[in-house]
């Protein structure tokens, strides 16, 4: 056993705890003797740190896909940088009409009696009372709104003055602050956060701008955004930021209704790897990608999706040849460089344009593309018709459109699925089925899309089958097993999401369908029997 001794008595130690595969024991009841102990430890990872990686998470043992790796209480929650009024215990948007000032500090808070009991805004609001020693008065409900863009800052220089326990944590994550300085937003941001806290809570003797800029970087690069509020909001993490990047990550992150990050693989993930998220938008194009990263995160992705230029095989940023006679695709040496003048070159003809070219070209679709965003599908569509032409079929900016199409076909009829013809019903069939097959290949963290497509698919095929079955088609049985296979992949994808997010309640429908779905095929079953001969 090399030696494994049990950590109840230290005898030798054959039992291993299944669920961390890092603490063993002698026998079954010292096992469960420590169980209320180690049940606050037991997680399927552990801690390990490297000069460049610095501090991330090993898998110890064998993590199958859709299980739940972490599920984590945030160390400190605040307003975004950019918002409106928000109350500053629930983190709701707040207007005159639904909030009253705190009795102690004149920040807004609303009206549910237990926000002015919360400990989450005991930090400005005592700093107001005991070194600004006058109250705030919010008068102008706009958004966004200056006063706001601090307090999750003041929030951590609060507990570096007052919870030790709490700071400790915070203050071994990374803020990046020499990455950041001499940027133009480490400037903008020394003036509108750290000279504003000083001078508005009279911390000037007690914080420097560079305190305040490194507590400050702490939030920018270890926050995650929350979506759970209307606005979302800001949470740092313990566990969670020592999570690796990787645009094809093993793990997807959710949030659970009280704010706690939930993390779950979205593949099998072996014994010794690094679990991952992404930091970034998986849908975008790898320049894309790695210019937000080095802008917010202070590094360059060296993961297998950046450094293969053809992004697993799907030419997600690939563009066509120009020339009339070829139908080549065109790719650099690498999409990561990042360097001017990289030159594309056509796998067939070996035609080369340089980034220039390609940049224009991309700004002019992106420009066409943002005007999209309230358009019809016939313009959608006409989008798709110009620019396919340019782009490979799977390009980041042709996938955009076609997700939105997939989306919106069905919900411009009063009717919805059931108002579209047999001809468009089956182009969303298929266009939904090409859309799955291309992000599980190359976007597996993103469950939220996954769900949401395979339920879009589980109703089209469900209307099919409808419509066979009042035709008399025989195949209308196979139809409706896919659509309940299809339920299963929703739920499977969604399984985590709360039921405040449009995602959870998704899930529920799901579910629901499923229970309608096995109980139609039930009395088919039945039915069938019945009418067998003897």
Same mark, same amino acid.
């Given at each position: 056993m090399g030696g494994q001794s049990c950590v109840i008595c230290q005898k030798d130690a054959s &039992? #291993?705890?299944?669920?961390?595969?890092q603490v063993y024991y002698c026998n079954k009841e010292h096992q469960k003797l420590d169980w209320a102990k180690h049940k606050h430890t037991c997680k399927p990872f552990k801690v390990c740190e490297d000069p460049v990686l610095g =501090?991330?998470?090993?898998? %110890? =043992?064998d993590i199958t896909a859709g299980e739940v790796i972490l &599920? $984590? @209480? @945030?160390?400190l929650q605040g307003p975004s940088q950019v918002t409106g009024p928000v109350c500053l215990s629930c983190l709701q948007a707040v207007s005159q009409h639904n909030s009253e000032p705190c009795s102690q500090c004149g920040w807004p808070l609303c009206l549910k009696p237990k926000c002015r009991e919360s400990k989450q805004h005991l930090p400005e609001c005592r700093w107001t009372m005991d070194k =600004?020693?006058?109250p705030v008065k919010i008068s102008q409900f706009i958004t966004p709104h200056p006063s706001y863009e601090c307090i999750t800052t003041l929030r951590l220089c609060y507990a570096k003055r007052h919870s030790p326990g709490l700071w400790g944590r915070l203050c071994k994550l990374q803020s990046h602050t020499e990455e950041r300085r001499g940027t133009h937003k480490y400037k903008e941001d020394t #003036? %509108?956060?750290?000279? !504003?806290? #000083?001078? !508005?809570? &009279?911390? $000037? +003797? $007690? !914080?420097? +701008? $560079? +305190?305040i800029m490194d507590i400050w970087g702490i939030i920018q690069v270890n926050g995650h955004e929350v979506p759970l509020t209307q606005p979302a909001h800001v949470a740092v993490y313990d566990l969670s930021s020592m999570l690796e990047h990787s645009c094809h990550p093993n793990c997807a992150k959710s949030f659970a209704s009280d704010a706690s990050l939930v993390l779950r693989a979205v593949v099998k993930v072996s014994a010794g790897q690094h679990l991952s998220i992404c930091y970034t938008d998986c849908l975008w194009g790898t320049v894309n990608r790695q210019y937000h990263l080095r802008d917010t995160k202070f590094f360059t992705c060296q993961c297998p999706r950046c450094l293969d230029p053809t992004e697993m095989g799907t030419y997600f940023s690939a563009i066509l040849c120009e020339k009339s006679d070829c139908s080549g695709t065109m790719l650099p040496a690498s999409l990561c460089s990042l360097v001017e003048a990289t030159p594309w070159t056509c796998d067939s003809c070996g035609h080369v344009v340089y980034d220039s070219q390609v940049e224009a070209t991309l700004q002019q679709a992106g420009q066409e593309l943002a005007t999209l965003q309230s358009k019809n599908l016939t313009e959608s569509t006409k989008f798709l018709e110009k620019w396919r032409s340019k782009f490979h079929q799977n390009h980041f900016y042709l996938t955009e459109v076609r997700l939105a199409i997939a989306e919106r076909m069905g919900q411009e009829s009063p009717q919805g699925i059931r108002g579209l013809s047999p001809e468009c019903l089956q182009y969303k069939v298929n266009l939904t089925r090409d859309l799955l097959e291309l992000l599980s290949l190359i976007a597996p963290g993103e469950t939220r899309v996954l769900g949401m497509l395979n339920f879009g698919l589980h109703a089209c095929l469900a209307e099919r089958a409808r419509r066979d079955h009042l035709q008399g088609h025989d195949q209308f049985y196979s139809a409706l097993m896919e659509s309940l296979e299809c339920l299963d992949k929703t739920i499977f994808f969604l399984a985590v999401e709360p039921e405040v997010l449009p995602e959870g309640k998704l899930l529920l429908q799901a579910k629901q369908n499923k229970a309608e779905l096995l109980n139609t095929l039930q009395n088919i079953q039945m039915c069938a029997s019945m009418a067998s001969p003897m």
């Amino acid at each position: 056993m090399g030696g494994q001794s049990c950590v109840i008595c230290q005898k030798d130690a054959s &039992k #291993r705890c299944g669920g961390c595969c890092q603490v063993y024991y002698c026998n079954k009841e010292h096992q469960k003797l420590d169980w209320a102990k180690h049940k606050h430890t037991c997680k399927p990872f552990k801690v390990c740190e490297d000069p460049v990686l610095g =501090r991330h998470l090993v898998a %110890t =043992r064998d993590i199958t896909a859709g299980e739940v790796i972490l &599920k $984590e @209480p @945030p160390l400190l929650q605040g307003p975004s940088q950019v918002t409106g009024p928000v109350c500053l215990s629930c983190l709701q948007a707040v207007s005159q009409h639904n909030s009253e000032p705190c009795s102690q500090c004149g920040w807004p808070l609303c009206l549910k009696p237990k926000c002015r009991e919360s400990k989450q805004h005991l930090p400005e609001c005592r700093w107001t009372m005991d070194k =600004r020693k006058n109250p705030v008065k919010i008068s102008q409900f706009i958004t966004p709104h200056p006063s706001y863009e601090c307090i999750t800052t003041l929030r951590l220089c609060y507990a570096k003055r007052h919870s030790p326990g709490l700071w400790g944590r915070l203050c071994k994550l990374q803020s990046h602050t020499e990455e950041r300085r001499g940027t133009h937003k480490y400037k903008e941001d020394t #003036r %509108t956060v750290a000279q !504003f806290l #000083r001078r !508005f809570y &009279k911390l $000037e +003797d $007690e !914080f420097s +701008d $560079e +305190d305040i800029m490194d507590i400050w970087g702490i939030i920018q690069v270890n926050g995650h955004e929350v979506p759970l509020t209307q606005p979302a909001h800001v949470a740092v993490y313990d566990l969670s930021s020592m999570l690796e990047h990787s645009c094809h990550p093993n793990c997807a992150k959710s949030f659970a209704s009280d704010a706690s990050l939930v993390l779950r693989a979205v593949v099998k993930v072996s014994a010794g790897q690094h679990l991952s998220i992404c930091y970034t938008d998986c849908l975008w194009g790898t320049v894309n990608r790695q210019y937000h990263l080095r802008d917010t995160k202070f590094f360059t992705c060296q993961c297998p999706r950046c450094l293969d230029p053809t992004e697993m095989g799907t030419y997600f940023s690939a563009i066509l040849c120009e020339k009339s006679d070829c139908s080549g695709t065109m790719l650099p040496a690498s999409l990561c460089s990042l360097v001017e003048a990289t030159p594309w070159t056509c796998d067939s003809c070996g035609h080369v344009v340089y980034d220039s070219q390609v940049e224009a070209t991309l700004q002019q679709a992106g420009q066409e593309l943002a005007t999209l965003q309230s358009k019809n599908l016939t313009e959608s569509t006409k989008f798709l018709e110009k620019w396919r032409s340019k782009f490979h079929q799977n390009h980041f900016y042709l996938t955009e459109v076609r997700l939105a199409i997939a989306e919106r076909m069905g919900q411009e009829s009063p009717q919805g699925i059931r108002g579209l013809s047999p001809e468009c019903l089956q182009y969303k069939v298929n266009l939904t089925r090409d859309l799955l097959e291309l992000l599980s290949l190359i976007a597996p963290g993103e469950t939220r899309v996954l769900g949401m497509l395979n339920f879009g698919l589980h109703a089209c095929l469900a209307e099919r089958a409808r419509r066979d079955h009042l035709q008399g088609h025989d195949q209308f049985y196979s139809a409706l097993m896919e659509s309940l296979e299809c339920l299963d992949k929703t739920i499977f994808f969604l399984a985590v999401e709360p039921e405040v997010l449009p995602e959870g309640k998704l899930l529920l429908q799901a579910k629901q369908n499923k229970a309608e779905l096995l109980n139609t095929l039930q009395n088919i079953q039945m039915c069938a029997s019945m009418a067998s001969p003897m």
